[in-house]
């Protein structure tokens, strides 16, 4: 198959290059910046809210106004592996393992060597980011900040994300809730500190009936979507806190994702209100709007003509939050997410490699 060598190839070296979202993805970009010989490059840098030193990179070719490509070099971290996660081993059925083989370094590299192998007569754009799988802030750094994707002026975004090539025109964006209870650090038999988790309870109580009210109350549903109620997902953190230890702080993480027809204001309020009842601090982390190409809009007909397949939407989330700024965004990339996030993580690089004339029908239209 043409382009399965070049696209292998490449992701593999991706994934064996670590840029799990709390390093820096500084190895990744050069080794991309490496494959865009003739393509002007703008490399965009940044500080996480950690302090960890990110780069994101547009790279174009050509006369302005074609199909951008985009994709994300970060992974989530490594939990639960016990194989190399780093590997990038390729096995007899060519199956490519590792930690971001589908999402998303697999199809970041058909990508790449799309917009490479395109004639150069036509316009080829990349916007490369970093920071998808938690803030979003590499796609921002480029809406708000890339002279030459305005130069570019794509008319049309691909966010190659796995979707089965199936074009995804519409998902769901998230606002992340994080609160925290204060507590005095103590050994638990002295009876003198003060468990932070005691206080996190009343706040926990009042979140667990919003979650149950986003799945029961149908005027909180949207029906284009599956399952039709938002995501209110939470997670727990006592910081490392041993059994014997009166918790000095926990956490309470709550990601809810919600689609264009809903408004997040309501549930918003009812947070905020809940953690100043409870006296515990929070705070209110927005992302972009969820993006939702309208079904007849001509590029959404473009990617449904170009795959043979009608446009759906999805519950998850990905960098078309941000880069809609930019231009209207499909959500269309090889391979499934069925994998990914996880300790067996693959990509099949055949799928990999039949998506590159894919893009080259859309860019080139």
């Known amino acids: 198959m043409q382009h399965a060598d070049a696209v292998a190839r490449l992701a593999a070296d991706l994934v064996r290059l670590d840029s799990r979202s709390f390093v820096s993805n500084r190895a990744v970009a050069d080794r991309i910046a490496a494959e865009l010989e003739g393509f002007a490059l703008e490399r965009l840098d940044y500080a996480d809210a950690a302090g960890v030193a990110k780069q994101v990179i547009v790279a174009h070719r050509g006369p302005p106004g074609g199909v951008a490509l985009s994709g994300h070099m970060d ?3 490594d939990t639960g592996w016990t194989d190399d996660p780093f590997s990038g081993r390729i096995d007899a059925e060519g199956v490519l393992h590792g930690l971001g083989a589908a999402d998303m370094k697999g199809p970041l590299a058909a990508c790449i060597v799309a917009a490479r192998t395109l004639p150069a007569h036509l316009p080829a754009t ?23 994707a305005r130069q570019a002026a794509p008319r049309g975004i691909v966010v190659a994300e796995p979707t089965g090539m199936l074009p995804v025109r519409g998902h769901r964006s998230n606002i ?29 109580v009042e979140m667990q009936a919003l979650a149950e009210r986003l799945r029961a109350d149908a005027s909180l549903h949207d029906a284009a979507y599956a399952p039709p109620f938002s995501d209110f997902n939470l997670v727990l953190d006592n910081h490392g806190a041993a059994m014997n230890v009166t918790v000095p702080k926990a956490t309470a993480r709550i990601k809810f994702r919600y689609s264009r027809s809903i408004d997040p204001s309501p549930i918003v309020a009812a947070v905020e209100a809940a953690a100043a009842r409870a006296g515990v601090t929070l705070d209110v982390i927005r992302q972009g709007r969820p993006p939702e190409t309208p079904a007849d809009h001509p590029f959404i007909r473009a990617a449904e003509a170009a795959t043979g397949h009608a446009a759906e939407t999805r519950p998850f989330g990905t960098d078309a939050s941000e880069l809609q700024e930019i231009a209207p965004c499909v959500i269309l990339g090889p391979d499934v997410m069925d994998t990914a996030h996880s300790p067996r993580e693959r990509a099949h690089l055949a799928r990999l490699a039949a998506a590159v004339p894919v893009f080259h029908r859309l860019m080139g239209g």
Request: no cysteine; hydrophobic share 45%; charged share 20%.
């Open 75 to 77: 992974t989530v971290p």
């Open 176 to 204: 992340d809730f994080i609160a925290v209870a204060e507590g005095v650090q103590a050994h638990s038999s002295l009876g003198v500190g003060r468990n932070a988790n005691w206080a996190l309870i009343p706040f926990l």
């Open 126 to 148: 990349l916007l490369i980011t970093t920071d998808e799988e938690t803030t979003k802030m590499g796609a921002r750094r480029i809406a708000d900040h890339s002279a030459l």
